[in-house]
């Protein structure tokens, strides 16, 4: 990139689906002159230098491979659209989040405004709903408004913290985004759901847990920052599972040992062979369905998957803290957000972007007994939840 005293000069990205594919590949750039708002930021840009972020989706990529070797025609085109245009968009979630504490927030209150994407791809859409406005005849657009509510005051409430980033971020969310999109993701700055397909996958703000999953993406981005690969990926994914799941018994006040512990329960349409697209609670036995394929989640070590795809396995390692996170819930007993989530809560705070799993494990063990006591209940069903999925401390 060639920078001038006027400037950087930034390359004009442009992308189009590869044919052989069906995933957004990006072509030889070109370059503008910057504008006056490019040079106001550049000294942001040159002083952050963020590394790239992969975008979060709630269905991961392999169940959407899966569809495009299994499904009928028309199923294989709204997934390699889905694949396509995530792929495009993980470009523009760069630098958005680092950019965003240099703007002004909401401060100490809840705000949040939904847009209306109309089966476009432009984001954020037409505002259709603010803080406080009436409810809307439209549903998605009040479950968006609604599972945004409900985390901001799980996370204001029970862990004391003010919104997404800490300091009061306002939560913006997109409804009917694209056309047949199977997927919800946060972006780095706002939620972002589709309306699926109808046939594999009802509409994406079915799920409160999904929503809670997807903003407690932008929670650990505001965090530790954990590294979306390996083992650092498959617990930033895990986080967002335990603490979306922790949304929902919250708003059902829930006490862990009555919770179904599953994450997208109501997401899958009428047909498909499954209950949801994960389990905390039991590890691989969300969904087993011609289509989709089968839950390959592991519950323990010894079932680690090794692979190079999802980015080393993120949506499918994330099953083995998932399910420490359960035994000790249960252990414990009671509210899983209270000494569970402080916890877990607790430590995500003291995670690196490169935390692995033993690593995570010896920083909650220590957590439990900074907050609990040397030898209490809590460390002790620590450890023992470790040992439960194959990590000893």
């Not at 006027?6 to 189009?16: K, L, N």
């Not at 700055?189 to 309306?195: A, E, L, S, T």
């Not at 692979?307 to 993120?314: A, I, L």
């Not at 609990?372 to 620590?382: C, I, M």
């Amino acid at each position: 990139m060639k920078e001038t005293a006027q400037g950087i000069r930034e390359p004009v990205r442009r992308t189009e689906v590869d044919p052989k594919c069906g995933m957004a590949v990006e072509r030889n750039p070109t370059f503008r002159e910057p504008t006056m708002k490019d040079r106001q930021l550049n000294v942001t840009r040159s002083l952050l230098r963020p590394a790239r972020h992969p975008l979060h989706c709630i269905v991961p990529p392999h169940m959407l491979k899966e569809i495009v070797k299994r499904g009928d025609a028309a199923q294989k085109e709204w997934a390699l659209e889905t694949l396509a245009a995530s792929a495009r968009l993980r470009g523009n979630r760069e630098i958005l989040g680092e950019l965003l504490g240099l703007f002004p927030s909401a401060g100490d209150e809840k705000v949040r405004t939904v847009y209306d994407a109309r089966g476009g791809e432009t984001l954020p859409g037409v505002r259709v709903r603010g803080e406080g406005d009436p409810t809307s005849k439209d549903e998605e657009v009040n479950e968006a408004y609604d599972g945004a509510g409900v985390t901001y005051d799980l996370y204001r409430k029970r862990f004391k913290r003010n919104s997404i980033d800490d300091r009061g971020m306002r939560l913006d969310s997109t409804v009917h985004y694209g056309e047949n999109f199977d997927n919800a993701f946060w972006n780095g700055k706002q939620m972002v759901y589709g309306d699926g397909d109808g046939q594999l996958f009802n509409r994406f703000t079915i799920a409160i847990d999904v929503i809670g999953h997807e903003l407690t993406h932008g929670v650990t981005q505001f965090s530790s920052g954990l590294a979306y690969q390996g083992q650092s990926g498959a617990l930033n994914e895990s986080i967002s599972d335990v603490f979306g799941s922790l949304v929902k018994q919250y708003r059902a006040k829930e006490p862990a040992k009555r919770a179904d512990w599953l994450i997208g329960a109501g997401l899958l349409a009428k047909g498909v062979k499954g209950v949801a697209l994960r389990s905390l609670k039991a590890p691989g036995s969300a969904y087993d369905d011609p289509v989709l394929g089968k839950d390959p989640q592991p519950a323990h070590m010894k079932d680690f998957v090794k692979t190079k795809s999802d980015n080393g396995g993120v949506h499918i390692n994330s099953g083995i803290p998932n399910h420490a996170f359960y035994l000790l819930a249960v252990a414990l007993g009671g509210a899983a957000w209270t000494r569970a989530g402080q916890i877990w809560y607790r430590a995500l705070q003291q995670f690196k972007p490169a935390t692995d799993f033993q690593s995570a494990a010896g920083v909650t063990a220590e957590t439990a007994r900074g907050l609990y006591g040397s030898k209490s209940r809590e460390e002790k069903a620590v450890i023992a939840a470790w040992k439960g999925v194959g990590i000893e401390i």
